[in-house]
């Protein structure tokens, strides 16, 4: 980690304040290098794995353009506001994981696709201070994809404590890692742990494990970086089957499995 903060090109002691009556123990971002890897999938499935051991999660969805994780959890509707004029965060069903998301505080969140840089961190800016959160001992925020200056400036405003990196094998693994690595270094915050998705498959009749889209040159990428990978979760169908029905909270035991470790890291933080 740099020491000289002087040589920082912002600041990471200037984050944003929380509402009041609102702490949260610890921040963590699970970032990806493109979309459609599975990051929210997998933000998600961590929240609801540490929900399961009794801490109690949030999800901030900065993810304001691909905004998914109302619908993993089949949240509908529009968030209330407090009398203070706080957004109150929608509950999930089962774990109440408690969700803020731009799919939930407008109308018409496709907008969002059109907005500029600064709109998109104003409207991550007021998804933490202008929120009830509450208690929270993990609040996880779903990163825009990509390691550029969208998200480089949303981890700024946020008092992160450490980042989740999720790759495919379709990915460009080693530069991923790399920005990420970066990026974190950036913020002083440690690379927690990697989490590579749609790993391999399994054959449904033999139970063979199958890779899908060749080898895959992660682990070489975390030597380099001196980073953990953390979890290989498989394509699973019957993730895809409850994420499409918005029943992610449902997962069985064996994906939560696979994110054992990831899980353990984010558990056994101070
Ligand atoms: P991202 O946040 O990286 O854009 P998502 O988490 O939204 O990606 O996932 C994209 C799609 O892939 C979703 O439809 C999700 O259900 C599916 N998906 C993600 N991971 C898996 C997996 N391991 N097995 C099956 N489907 C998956």
Redesign the pocket.
């Known amino acids: 980690m740099p020491e000289n903060r002087s040589n920082m090109p912002f600041s990471v002691d200037n984050h944003l304040a929380l509402s009041e009556g609102s702490q949260i123990k610890h921040v963590i971002a699970v970032v ?1 290098g493109k ?7 997998v933000t998600a499935l961590l929240a609801v794995e540490l929900a399961k051991q009794g801490y109690k999660v949030g999800i901030l969805d900065a ?1 304001l353009t ?1 905004a ?1 994780i109302p619908y993993l959890f089949g949240l509908q509707g529009l968030l209330r506001v407090s009398d203070k004029g706080l957004l109150e965060p929608m509950e999930t069903k089962k774990l109440g994981i408690r969700v803020v998301s731009i799919a939930l505080a407008m109308e018409n969140p496709e907008m969002a696709v059109i907005w500029r840089g600064p709109l998109l961190s104003k409207a991550i800016q007021q998804f933490w201070t202008d929120v009830n959160w509450g208690e929270l001992d993990y609040l996880l925020v779903d990163m825009p ?1 990509g390691t550029s200056d969208v998200p480089l400036t949303v981890m700024q405003m946020l008092p992160l404590q450490g980042v989740v990196v ?1 790759t495919s094998p379709q990915d460009m693994a080693r530069s991923v890692v790399k920005k990420a690595y970066h990026m974190a270094n950036q913020l002083q915050v440690p690379v927690l742990g990697l989490v590579e ?2 790993s391999y498959a399994v054959c449904p009749h033999c139970g063979e494990r199958f890779s899908v889209f060749g080898q895959k040159p992660l682990s070489e990428a975390a030597k380099e970086f001196n980073v953990q990978v953390c979890a290989e ?4 169908p019957q ?2 089957e409850l ?2 029905k918005g029943d992610i909270e449902n997962i069985g035991e064996s994906i939560g499995l696979t994110l054992q470790s990831m899980v353990e890291a984010l558990a056994s933080m101070p």
């Open positions: 990806s979309g459609g890897v599975g990051k929210s999938t993810d691909g998914s994809p999720v998705n749609m979760m498989p394509l699973d993730l895809a994420t499409d």
